[in-house]
Each structure stands twice: as C-alpha cells, then as structure tokens.
C-alpha cells in the first residue's frame, strides 16, 4: 500500500504563505466594500476602494506569473512542452489584460 502524493511543487509555493496573506487582506477589502455598500457610503469612496483591491489583485496575479515563468515553464522546457506553455502563459496574461 502506498502514502498519499506529495502535492506538486508549483511557482508560488516557495512564496505560498504571502500568498495566501495578501489574498486574506483582499478578501478583508472586500468585505469592507459590502460594509461601505450596506452603509450607503459616498458612490466615489466605494470605487476607490475597488480600485484598491484590484491593484491588490494585480499584484498576486504578477507574483502567480512570475512563479509560473520562472518555474513551471522551466520543467515545461525540460519536458519539451515550452511551446505549448508559453502559449498557455500567454493567454492567461491576454485575459488579465481584458477589463471592462
């Protein structure tokens, strides 16, 4: 009888406990949004709140590609598949890209 998998190393997981810090302040953001909403805050307030939250956002997203870039295309290069990676990496970026 086997153990269980070990979980796969991704990019991030060097950096997994920021990452998950910086997420938790997001989702404490947005919580703090649906209190200004619930609180009937001044419409410009709110908005600049989310603006916040998305620049929080972009910022995991960054660290997430920079960990993609720097590690999981690398093994896709081992493995002969940076092509088809790359491509990958880059529609993901494509659809960060598009916003409103």
């Known amino acids: 009888m086997t153990g269980p998998m070990p ?3 991704r990019g991030y997981t060097a950096s997994k406990d920021q990452l998950l810090a910086r997420l938790r302040r997001v989702e404490g953001q947005v919580r703090g949004i649906e209190k ?3 609180e009937d805050r001044y419409c410009i307030d709110v908005l600049t709140q989310i603006s916040a939250i998305q620049a ?3 910022k995991v ?3 997430l590609l920079d960990g993609h870039a ?3 295309l690398h ?3 081992v493995e002969g598949r940076a092509d ?3 491509t990958e ?3 993901a970026v494509g659809r960060l890209m598009k916003r409103g």
Do not use: F, I, K, S
Request: net charge negative; proline share 4%.
């Open 36 to 38: 200004m909403v619930d």
């Open 70 to 72: 720097r590690h999981c």
């Open 61 to 63: 997203a960054l660290g």
């Open 7 to 9: 979980a796969p190393t």
């Open 75 to 77: 093994e896709g290069a």
């Open 89 to 91: 990496m880059m529609a």
């Open 56 to 58: 929080a956002l972009d």
């Open 84 to 86: 088809e990676m790359a």
